[in-house]
Nanobody, 127 residues
């Protein structure tokens, strides 16, 4: 059974940093897309950063140069390092993983189909 368990959200002042973690329990696919989405109040959920099993990454334009996605395969854990945070980064952040054989789009942070979601972690950035 696949479960995505997130941790690491919180409150920070603008310019600060946070790191989100997501343990991909039971997720053993060889070909996949994993990543992070976020949803602010009143807004649609949007892709933030995705990582394909081939090592390629895709970021939303709004976070390029500030956020970094990575995965520790030994721990089967996905990370999102968020630096230079802005108030507009305030949102609920969700870890997501594709079904087996899934793929990330190359030009924008979207996957063919999200198979699994984490429970969400709140990130609040104050000015």
């Amino acid at each position: 059974q696949v479960q995505l368990r997130e941790s690491g959200g919180g409150s920070v002042q603008a310019g600060g940093s946070l790191r989100l973690s997501c343990v991909l329990s039971g997720y053993e696919h060889l070909s996949y897309c994993v990543g992070w989405f976020r949803q602010a109040p009143g807004a649609e959920r949007e892709g933030v950063a995705l990582l394909d099993s081939d090592g390629s990454t895709t970021y939303a334009d709004s976070v390029k140069g500030r956020f970094t996605i990575s995965k520790d395969n030994a721990k089967n854990t996905l990370y999102l390092q968020m630096n230079s945070l802005k108030p507009e980064d305030t949102a609920m952040y969700y870890c997501a993983a594709s079904n087996a054989g899934g793929y990330c789009y190359s030009k924008y942070p979207k996957m063919d189909e999200v198979g699994y979601w984490g429970q969400g972690s709140q990130v609040t950035v104050s000015s």
